[in-house]
């Protein structure tokens, strides 16, 4: 079946550090592949997304390029701030009712 | 406006109680969804509605039911809750039109069973 896969954290970056969250996928057709973000006591909240393949997401400086070659969707930022401090959640699904999610990566960031 | 709610936000109770969380959409969703997570904030998908048709109803304990009286409400009543049961519920929604989309998240109802 689908599954989705995304490194562990947590990740601790320093402000303005560069970021990367891995994410790889498995999929048997074409999928939709979404960045969601929980911050703390929150409900998760889309970050970006990509409908198919070289698509790129973007928002608040985040962004995630649909590759399917390497069925990669890695998150990244130029650099982050403490306010990014959150759980990143890869996700896809495949047009039918069921989101497969990642297992989350923690990540802080310090002054 | 709140997109996505759940009551109550918090929610203590003792072993063998039964308990009900609730949710409402105000977004004109067709699908609704509830949500485990636990501790390490791994998600799990618990069921789903579509348009008040239950469709998906994962591996959880018949202690759990879902109650959907129409398609803004998603109701959820555990019976005989166990010290196991203790996590986050999350309710969500989605606009299933054929093309795959985002889900909206509600801010999760945190249930301690003691």
């Known amino acids: 079946g689908d599954s989705v896969t995304q490194m562990e954290g947590p990740v601790t970056l320093s402000e303005e550090a560069f970021l990367t969250i891995n994410c790889t996928y498995t999929?048997?057709?074409?999928?939709?592949l979404f960045w969601y973000v929980q911050y703390p006591g929150e409900g998760l909240q889309l970050l970006l997304k990509?409908?198919?393949?070289?698509d790129k997401g973007s928002n608040k400086g985040f962004e995630a390029t649909y590759r399917k070659e390497t069925t990669s969707f890695h998150l990244e930022k130029g650099s982050v701030q403490v306010s990014d401090s959150a759980v990143y959640f890869c996700?896809?699904?495949?047009?039918?009712?069921?989101?497969?999610f990642g297992a989350g990566t923690r990540l802080f960031v310090k002054a | 406006d709140t997109a996505v709610s759940q009551t109550p936000k918090y929610l203590v109770t003792q072993m063998g109680n039964d308990k009900s969380i609730k949710c409402e959409q105000n977004l004109g969703h067709d699908t609704m969804y509830w949500y485990k997570q636990d501790s390490k904030k791994f998600l799990k998908i618990m069921f789903s509605y579509n348009n008040k048709e239950l469709i998906i109803n994962e591996t959880v304990p018949n202690r759990f039911s879902p109650k959907s009286p129409d398609k803004a409400h998603l109701n959820l009543h555990i019976n005989s809750l166990e010290l196991g049961d203790s996590a986050v519920y999350f309710c969500?929604?989605?606009?299933?039109?054929?093309?795959?989309?985002?889900?909206?998240f509600g801010p999760g109802t945190r249930l301690t069973v003691t």
């Open positions: 996700a896809l699904t495949d047009g039918g009712f069921k989101t497969i």
């Open positions: 990509a409908t198919k393949a070289d």
């Open positions: 969500a929604s989605s606009q299933e039109s054929g093309i795959p989309s985002e889900q909206y």
């Open positions: 999929a048997t057709g074409y999928p939709s």
